[in-house]
């Protein structure tokens, strides 16, 4: 039998197999873990959204916080931090000046009621 092997096989340096060189890299395995961020550190303010829209809804103030509220825990469902902690600055933002402006309305009908303008 007739050896077909080209006359420059016997110059080549010796190709190393694949195999050896993936079992070299695989000697040292590592393990990944993916950690997802807490989503219980974001605060909803569902509860005085609540009381803001049944008892200080100030120009449907307490509607819009409490809608926010609500999107704020969606957002948190999905695992959308950053558009949950946007909305619960929303919301509380609506919380805030909804609950400001109610106690300064309700502040205002005291005085009047205690100081009536009988002078007009």
Partial sequence: MENKSCKGDSL??????????????????????????DTTEVNDYY?????N?????????????????LKVRDKKLLNDLNGAVEDAKTARLFNITS?????????????????????Y
Avoid at 25 to 35: A, D
Avoid at 53 to 69: D, E, R, T
């Fill in 47 to 51: 509860l005085w959204s609540i009381f």
């Fill in 99 to 119: 609950s400001a402006l109610a106690t300064f309305c309700i502040i205002l009908v005291f005085i009047f009621l205690r100081y009536p303008l009988t002078n």
């Fill in 53 to 69: 829209f049944v008892y200080l809804n100030f120009c449907c103030l307490g509607f819009i916080a409490l809608a926010y509220s």
């Fill in 12 to 37: 080549r340096p010796p190709v190393q197999c694949k195999h050896s060189v993936e079992k070299k890299t695989m000697t040292n395995p590592t393990t990944v873990i993916e950690i997802y961020p």
